[in-house]
């Protein structure tokens, strides 16, 4: 064999997090690295998102922070000259990029070679057309369907296949674009943006397996031919809803042996004929059973099944099945790529064996997708094709019940467990049992009503009646519950099924402490047991574990001191992957103090849940009752009960301090006391007051009348919000007293008992820091300034590094204010304060005004840590322990400022999300974030907006509706626009703005009904090519006309600003052309 | 439910719950790590003699469906599992686990924490046990230490079939004649052979070799089967009589019996082999598969004749996993070519006793 060992490859990153591209891919190219450090090979990594721990300086061997285009692509190419690209590991980014790269003879051109999967396998897979080519040389059957370029050619093969029919986009991520067609009208609706999705305009009209079930497989091969399988999933949704949206299981459960061994076979037949070298997920459809749904065939034959997808990389399957297994998918396929063969590379978890061999789960392990309708009220909730999802949760235990139990507990859903009902179900003469985010909490409320497990699953259409079973066992244990008395037997047979304390509590008339006292009384403790790859068959030494209420346990105390690190739970907006960073680096500067890092998250998708970033994982829901199990398991040890830090999990970590001090639980770091004077309205006032720092005027309100007096007092425009939640949920600018009426209701449903904030609403510049504390000292790392003035949620913002508008006065006061803030609230480790300051006249003193303090790791601490060279958790957690900054070498004040700019820029992903509005506000409706880094400002600026698909083509048409506002501010914006010759098109009055300012604009109306071509068709038919459009507040008629516009905008995925200050950002952008640098990180940081 | 134990040889007891025929069922305790196929593992009868926990939890799950047994009847004596499902989901499905096994008077016990016991024999080997759904732990464990030990008893006599009989045709209408010696077969060998052309006809596991060889078969099939191989002596001096006269394929029981006939030795294994993950190499081709194993004893090379060669090895432990000889047409597999339950991948095992077969018909050798 030749030798295939590349002395040097690169890795590409999946760019930002969106709906579809979530954290996975962190954890898949983190591992890859790793991996290739063992081989000895120099790994060069790209990626936009600084979130991420790959892009750590250390991870990789050169890492560039830069926007993945293929210009971009080529520079870095041209300096590094690596011989091999592994594409695989940056999901459908890194895919299509790997095409692309090589389409324009790059690859050819600098001699790069692909490894892992072959050109050819990518286009088999992917190109409709070839995929069925392949199916039918292998044998495997192949699903009546049609290719089709335009909405007419779906129309007959629609008419030919016979409907319903699913529309399929080619080359899109999470099948944007795509969707299910029942009628003809649908569609041609469907055909139009799944047309519109795919960016070579190539839609599969497919028949619909409506009721069929849903299995997917991973597989691995090797450049020998070697092929394995690491691990099955079944769906508990069935076909019709995106696997990304539906619960599922692993292993399968209602597959037989025969049902099971048919499909892997044809999964290896798949990944051996694509030529693979790597993982790979192939998605199949299997004919459920036909009392449920039928299907003409011979049921004595095998199963008809067919081959729905193929996934020629590492997928969030891939993740899941890692997570789910032990067996780390991403770092063998990374070692295959360095040419290694499967019965090479030894099996890291058992240490004893190889990874030629098929994980054995003795568990179950159950995903639940998280939604972000907790915030998009107003979101279409209905599952389909089309990826709706954030993040997912996942839970492992010995029985589908209990597992099933602890993922919904890890849900974070506003505490709901499964007990949960709509409201609107109560009267209901028939639960809704259709696919959405809250189909298992229907399920459940049926069963409870008697609904018979038949006429349940053929109403679900196809939910197989082993899952309904499971749930009926569930709700026959609610019953006992609510009838029987509390019995030891009865308690231990609850746990065994998952319910949590609360649960039982609830039912049982006891409040959770009290059911928690009675399991201690009656020796009921869970324990932990080991995810081994290999059901116990040989010794492990994975510190991996999961609980359950069975005899023996295997998390047995370990020597020398450790402490507990809360992790962040699943992505959901207003909780990303920065999260996972802090808690990943948290664990490392643990360990780097000599401690042993305890890791709990529920997170399949993560580094932080990687069998080897802590000492001892825990793979457990992050609610109180777990995580002091957990804590008394471990307090089993010579060294005693072992602390928790809480500041790095997010707002997650955050709600568990106060349970964890009233349980006499010892936390490191910024402890509840601190958490509370942030977070008490009145107790925070006090605390500025007596500090002499000011904030915006404003007060904690619990009643309308209270409401209405403070925004008198104060003067409108106020922002209205509840204390307690995250992400700026249900915050909102009032402009007067008729809004108020309508916001205060609203906050007071997401409040839920506690106060509601209302404050002034300061429009000025917003400044964001975090800062270190070790008690005595504060460390600013730096100062970080958003583009958008106050009013756009933080994390919704573009944020540059250095502030570029700030003095030295202002930033003096900044820190000056910090450092009291923080020394006064006795914060230690990590604050994020966000500031707005406020215009000033010459001579007049720095106008600063505290907005936020939050005693914990911010959204900024990945983005900051990174563009200032300051490893920030590490100092905060060496804070923690009592290591002073000076001692770890760090002084006091803010940290020199770097030679260097950046741009953090927020990404969303509004074309997934249906209904959902897409204008900046106090909420933070983004999903990811990229940077952009450059010696200059326009060079990072530049970079920002091109990572953020922002970047406006020069010379297009542009679509302008201009709130009254914000006319006078757009004034100047116009000019450049109308300069750099882009067409401008308008909505009524701002065309007529336009046409006073003597420049040439074409008139739209904004009335949907009232003739065209109005403000969608526009934007739909491709006329403009952008989109300004802002807002008036949220209860004006603009709001509804508005929607439309950006709606479309958003679907057409055509930049929509509706920030004055973004656009003007864009446009600054534009006037002069990016000349950016192309450099590593290091590269950055060193041109000190 | 009633109650019920597993009380081990040590003294460790599991308390359950009744998942079967109420009553004792005695057994060597050995787990198997496949997470599907329960009914074929059930039916297989190199479980004779064994208690057979199974270390996925959930048990049951698809149902029972007759046409999957790998056997006329359930070979182990009892069965041990975490959760045993009373409401199964499958097409093919007509009966739960609970109403087979109990239709056939087999004991079982769900409830277990099937992990710790699994990690007991890890530890300290296989050990003998009990199922009792009427018994203190106490007074089962005073009769698991009276139970005669596993290996001394010959379970190849109580599997093997009673009476020579033609699978599916008579011999002589396929295309190949087989005699396949009958240690504990699974039904899924003769499908394959019969799916390839063969006609079988199967033999009592002690038939001598010249009855066999008096029907001129084109090849000879060993069979797997339980217990220990050092006590089937007279079964290795018949083997012997057939290996250079006829193509001979051996799997698991069938490969120890036919290494022993060239020299070799058995030894027993800690815990034994039992999943549908093992990976072997095949040492000729450097390939490597994912296999199904159900094996207590394991071949040990030293003395193996000069003729013969270890083919295939077992990359978690490095066991032998098979033989091939460089003279005469034998080729012998540790694992479960035919799976049932377990991955596919090694149905080509069968092609090449044909392949065999076909040579020494043909007059190629």
Not at chain 1, 480 to 501: N, Q, T, W, Y
Not at chain 1, 530 to 555: G, I, K, L, R, W
Not at chain 1, 753 to 771: M, N, S
Not at chain 2, 341 to 353: A, S, V
């Amino acid at each position: 064999m030749e030798s295939l060992k590349p002395s040097s490859v690169l890795i590409i990153g999946s760019g930002p997090i969106v709906i579809g591209q979530a954290a996975e891919f962190d954890y898949a190219g983190t591992q890859a690295c790793k991996a290739m450090r063992e081989e000895g090979v120099r790994s060069i990594l790209v990626n936009s998102n600084p979130a991420t721990i790959m892009t750590d300086l250390d991870i990789a061997d050169a890492v560039y922070i830069e926007p993945l285009t293929v210009p971009v692509l080529e520079r870095i190419i041209a300096r590094e000259r690596p011989e091999g690209l592994l594409p695989t590991l940056g999901g459908q980014t890194g895919l299509n990029l790997a095409v692309e790269l090589s389409k324009a003879g790059i690859l050819e051109k600098y001699g790069v070679r692909l490894l892992g999967t072959p050109l050819d396998a990518i286009r088999r897979a992917e190109d409709r057309e070839l995929f069925r080519e392949m199916l039918a040389k292998l044998g495997e059957p192949v699903l009546e369907s049609e290719i089709c370029h335009t909405v007419e050619e779906c129309v007959a093969a629609a008419e030919k296949i016979g409907l319903p029919v699913v529309i399929r986009p080619a080359y899109t991520l999470g099948g944007t674009g795509g969707g299910m067609a029942f009628t003809m009208d649908q569609l041609r609706a469907v055909a139009a943006s799944g047309l519109a999705a795919s960016p070579i305009t190539q839609v599969l009209v497919e028949k619909n397996l409506l009721g069929w079930k849903e299995v997917e497989y991973e597989v691995m091969r090797d450049g020998a031919g070697n092929c394995i399988t690491i691990c099955n999933m079944e769906n508990m949704d069935p076909m019709g809803v995106h696997t990304g949206d539906s619960i599922v299981v692993a292993p399968s459960q209602t597959l037989s042996d025969k049902d099971y061994q048919m499909l892997r076979s044809a999964a290896l037949r798949i990944i051996s004929e694509l030529g693979i070298e790597g993982g790979c997920n192939v998605q199949f459809s299997l004919a459920p059973r036909k009392d449920v749904c039928d299907w003409r065939g011979d049921p004595d034959a095998p199963l008809p099944y067919y081959v729905i997808e193929v996934n020629p990389r590492v997928s969030r399957s891939s993740a899941l099945a890692s997570k789910a297994t032990g067996y780390p998918i991403a770092r063998v396929a990374a070692k295959i790529a360095c040419g290694r063969t499967l019965d090479e590379i030894p099996n890291a978890v058992t240490k004893k064996t190889t990874a030629a061999f098929e994980p054995a789960l003795d568990y179950v392990v159950v995903k639940i997708p998280r939604w972000p309708f907790d915030k998009f009220a107003l979101g279409d909730r209905t599952l389909g094709t089309q990826m709706k999802a954030t993040g997912e949760v996942m839970a492992i235990d010995r029985t589908f019940e209990a597992a099933l139990n602890k993922a919904v507990r890890s849900l974070e859903v506003g505490g709901r467990s499964l007990l949960w009902e709509r409201p609107e179900w109560r009267d209901a003469a028939e639960i809704p049992v259709h696919a959405t985010d809250e189909r298992l909490w229907a399920l459940m409320a049926a069963l409870r009503r008697g609904e018979d497990i038949l006429d349940l699953s053929r109403r679900s259409r196809g939910v197989d009646p082993w899952f309904l079973e499971r749930l009926q066992n569930i709700v026959r244990m609610e019953r006992r519950l609510l009838e029987e008395p509390l019995h030891p037997d009865l308690l231990r047979e609850a746990k065994r099924m998952g319910f949590s304390d609360e649960m039982v509590g609830q039912l049982a008339d006891r409040l959770p402490e009290q059911i928690r006292a009675l399991r201690h009384e009656w020796g009921i403790r869970p324990v932990y047991k080991m995810v081994d790859t290999c059901a116990a068959e040989f010794d492990a030494e994975t510190p991996y574990f999961y609980s359950t209420y069975e005899q023996e346990n295997e998390a047995l105390p370990e020597e020398g001191r450790g402490a507990l690190v809360v992790g962040s739970g699943p992505i959901r907006i207003g909780q990303g992957i920065e999260f996972d960073y802090a808690s990943v680096h948290a664990a490392w500067a643990l360990q780097g103090a000599g401690l042993r890092a305890i890791m709990v998250n529920s997170n399949p998708e993560t580094v932080s849940t990687d069998f080897d970033t802590s000492d001892r994982l825990y793979f457990e829901p992050l609610d109180e009752e777990a995580i002091r199990d957990i804590i008394e398991n471990e307090a089993e040890g010579p060294a005693g009960t072992p602390p928790s830090i809480v500041q790095f999990g997010g707002q997650t970590a955050i709600n568990v301090a106060g349970p964890l001090r009233r349980a006499g639980l010892p936390i490191i770091g910024s402890d509840a006391e601190a958490i509370d004077i942030a977070e008490d309205r009145r107790r925070f006032e006090r605390f500025l007051q007596d500090l002499g720092i000011p904030q915006p005027p404003g007060a904690a309100i619990t009643t309308l009348e209270e409401a209405m007096k403070t925004a008198q007092q104060i003067g409108y425009p106020v922002l209205v919000r509840p204390s307690y939640v995250l992400g700026g949920r249900a915050m909102e600018i009032v402009q007067n007293a008729t809004e108020l009426v309508t916001f205060v209701g609203a906050a007071a449903e997401v409040a839920a008992g506690k106060p509601i904030l209302i404050d002034k609403f300061l429009e000025g510049a917003e400044v964001e820091v975090d800062a270190i504390c070790d008690g005595e000292r504060v460390l600013v790392p730096g100062i970080m300034e958003h583009i958008e003035r106050a009013g756009v949620h933080s994390g919704d913002s573009m944020a540059v590094y250095p502030p570029v508008h700030l003095d030295d006065e202002e930033k003096a006061v900044i820190v000056d204010y910090t450092r009291r803030i923080v020394l006064g609230m006795g914060a230690i480790g990590l604050t994020n304060i966000q500031y707005v300051v406020l215009p000033r006249k010459a001579g007049e003193a720095p106008r600063v005004f505290v907005l936020e303090v939050n005693p914990r790791a911010s959204r900024t601490v990945p983005f900051l840590s990174k563009v200032t060279g300051v490893p920030m958790v590490q100092l905060a957690v060496g804070a923690m322990l009592g290591r002073k900054l000076a001692e770890q070498g760090y002084p006091d004040g803010l940290w020199p400022e770097r030679s260097l700019y950046a741009i953090k820029a927020p990404v969303f992903s509004m074309s997934k999300l249906t209904g959902v509005d897409t204008y900046l506000g106090p909420e933070m409706k983004s999903t990811g974030e990229v940077m952009g880094v450059d010696r200059t400002f326009e060079g990072a600026l530049a970079k920002a907006l091109i990572a953020a698909d922002l970047a406006l083509p020069p010379k297009a048409s542009i679509l302008l509706s201009i709130s009254d506002r914000t006319k006078a501010d757009a004034l100047p914006l116009i000019h450049q626009l109308a300069e750099a010759g882009y067409r401008l098109y308008a909505t009524e009055g701002t065309s007529r703005m336009i046409a006073a300012l003597g420049l040439p604009v074409t008139t739209v109306t904004k009335v949907l009904s009232g003739g065209h071509p109005n403000v969608v068709d526009v934007i739909m038919d491709g006329t403009v090519q952008c989109v300004i459009n802002t807002p008036e507040g949220r209860m004006t008629g603009s709001l509804r006309d508005g929607f439309h516009i950006r709606r479309a905008a958003a679907e057409r995925r055509i930049p929509c600003f509706t920030s004055i200050d973004t656009a003007r950002a864009a446009i600054q952008a534009l006037a002069r052309p990016a000349d950016y640098d192309v450099a590593t990180v290091r590269e950055y940081l060193g041109a000190d | 439910m009633s109650d019920a134990w597993l009380v081990l040889a040590d003294g460790t007891a599991y308390r359950g719950r009744a998942a079967g025929a109420p009553g004792r069922a005695d057994g060597e305790v050995v787990f198997n790590t496949s997470m599907t196929g329960y009914q074929e593992m059930l039916t297989d009868p190199s479980y004779a003699g064994q208690l057979l926990v199974l270390t996925y939890p959930l048990i049951g799950n698809y149902g029972i469906d007759e046409r999957v047994e790998e056997s006329a009847r359930i070979q182990p004596t009892g069965l041990i599992v975490r959760q045993a499902t009373d409401q199964p989901s499958h097409l093919r499905s007509h009966q739960t686990l609970r109403e087979y096994l109990e239709a056939r008077g087999v004991v079982a016990i769900d409830g277990v924490d099937t992990r710790a016991v699994t990690r007991r024999i890890r530890r300290h080997g296989v050990m003998l046990g009990t199922i009792t759904t009427d018994e203190t732990p106490e007074q089962a464990l005073a009769r698991v230490r009276d139970l005669p030990g596993y290996d001394d008893i010959n379970w190849v006599d109580s599997v093997t079939t009673p009476r020579v009989y033609d699978w599916s045709v008579p011999l002589g209408e396929g295309r190949y004649r087989v005699a396949l010696l009958d240690g504990g077969v699974k039904r899924n060998i003769m499908r394959l052979l019969e799916r390839r052309g063969c006609s079988v006809r199967v033999f009592p596991a002690g038939t001598p070799a010249a009855d066999i060889l008096a029907l001129h078969p084109d090849g000879v099939c060993l069979s797997p089967g339980p217990g220990d191989p050092r006590l089937l002596d007279s079964m290795v001096r018949e083997v012997r009589q057939l290996i250079g006269r006829v193509p001979v394929f051996g799997i698991c029981l069938g490969h120890q019996v036919a290494a022993r006939a060239l020299g070799a030795g058995t030894f027993k294994l800690p815990f034994g082999h039992r999943g549908g993950n093992h990976p072997v190499k095949d040492l000729v081709s450097g390939h490597v598969t994912i296999t199904a194993q159900n094996h207590g004893y394991a071949v040990d090379p030293d003395g193996l004749d000069a003729s013969a060669f270890v083919s295939h090895i077992n990359l978690n432990d490095g066991t032998v996993e098979g033989i091939a000889s460089r003279t005469d047409p034998l080729m012998t597999i540790q694992y479960h070519s035919e799976a049932c339950p377990g991955p596919l991948d090694n149905e080509y095992i069968f092609d090449r006793f044909i392949e065999m077969m076909a040579a020494v018909k043909g007059g190629v050798r």
